[in-house]
């Protein structure tokens, strides 16, 4: 594929951003008729693949390995490269749908990138290869409250807290936000689907919230009501926030 330059969107004033120029294939030239010309050959079917019965492709999903230090050093940014990106897919497939996200690790994670993308991702070969080759850990924990990302479970003293999948949703949302206050309608918005039955309005999240600080106990301060605004969760010395390599990530674009 060849691109075109991709300049980051803080430079000195230069010519406008162009999105990457996608090439599928060699373009064959028809000459005018009775040339002597080669025959254009009609494109190769896309190969059949063995798919599980039941199936169809639906999509893909690119895991690209690019920390912000590395992207900035080759002078462009994650923003800009997803938007050359989807502009490239707007070309060839204009009624194709995007969704991007950034794929987060603790600070000083080793291995390669690409790697730490897919597991942070949930990208199945990934994980399911983690699992084989790291040894199931502790169960228990000495006291306060573990929030475990990874395996999307609670675990309050040492016991699991019998959390709903929503209830742990909402824990998990705002604990990935660390720090900001995240406001009721973005809560309905980004947890529940447009048009469940069982979608709360921007004032019943408060009984969801209720629910969930019974479950917390005595360490319902955890999360935070903000008057007037909505819930933040702040770093707590009592929790322990164990992100693993299958952590789900803020959106970024």
């Given at each position: 594929?060849s691109?075109?330059?991709l300049l980051?969107?803080?430079?000195?004033p230069?010519?406008?951003?162009r999105?990457?120029?996608?090439?599928?294939?060699p373009v064959?030239?028809?000459?005018?008729?009775g040339a002597?010309?080669?025959?254009?050959?009609?494109?190769?079917?896309?190969?059949?693949?063995?798919?599980p019965?039941?199936?169809?492709?639906r999509?893909?999903?690119?895991?690209?390995?690019?920390?912000?230090?590395?992207?900035?050093?080759?002078?462009?940014?994650?923003?800009?490269?997803?938007?050359?990106?989807?502009?490239?897919?707007?070309?060839?497939a204009?009624?194709?749908?995007?969704?991007?996200?950034?794929a987060l690790?603790?600070?000083?994670?080793?291995?390669?990138?690409v790697?730490?993308?897919?597991?942070?991702?949930?990208?199945?070969?990934?994980?399911?290869?983690t699992?084989?080759?790291?040894?199931?850990?502790?169960?228990?924990?000495?006291?306060?409250?573990?929030v475990?990302?990874?395996?999307?479970?609670?675990?309050?003293?040492?016991?699991?807290?019998?959390?709903?999948?929503?209830?742990f949703?909402?824990?998990?949302?705002?604990?990935?936000?660390e720090?900001?206050?995240?406001?009721?309608?973005?809560?309905?918005?980004?947890?529940?689907?447009?048009?469940?039955?069982?979608?709360?309005g921007?004032?019943?999240?408060?009984?969801?919230?209720?629910?969930?600080?019974?479950?917390?106990g005595?360490?319902?301060?955890?999360?935070?009501?903000?008057?007037?605004?909505g819930?933040?969760?702040?770093?707590?010395?009592?929790?322990?926030?164990?992100?693993?390599?299958?952590?789900?990530?803020?959106?970024r674009?």
């Amino acid at each position: 594929m060849s691109t075109t330059a991709l300049l980051d969107r803080t430079s000195a004033p230069a010519a406008p951003v162009r999105h990457l120029r996608a090439v599928t294939a060699p373009v064959t030239t028809v000459d005018a008729p009775g040339a002597d010309a080669p025959a254009v050959e009609a494109p190769a079917a896309p190969a059949q693949r063995n798919l599980p019965p039941g199936t169809a492709p639906r999509g893909f999903a690119l895991y690209v390995g690019l920390d912000e230090v590395k992207a900035a050093a080759a002078g462009v940014s994650l923003p800009l490269l997803v938007d050359a990106l989807r502009r490239t897919i707007a070309d060839l497939a204009p009624n194709a749908e995007t969704y991007a996200t950034v794929a987060l690790a603790p600070v000083g994670a080793g291995g390669r990138d690409v790697d730490v993308v897919r597991l942070a991702l949930h990208e199945p070969s990934a994980v399911a290869r983690t699992k084989q080759e790291e040894p199931e850990d502790d169960e228990r924990t000495a006291g306060g409250v573990v929030v475990d990302i990874s395996r999307k479970r609670v675990l309050i003293e040492g016991e699991s807290a019998a959390f709903t999948f929503k209830e742990f949703e909402l824990l998990q949302y705002l604990v990935l936000r660390e720090g900001r206050t995240i406001e009721r309608n973005e809560l309905v918005s980004s947890l529940w689907q447009a048009g469940d039955d069982d979608a709360p309005g921007e004032r019943t999240i408060d009984v969801h919230v209720r629910r969930l600080r019974a479950k917390l106990g005595r360490y319902e301060d955890i999360v935070r009501t903000v008057r007037g605004v909505g819930y933040r969760f702040d770093r707590h010395a009592d929790v322990v926030i164990r992100y693993g390599h299958g952590t789900p990530s803020p959106d970024r674009f």
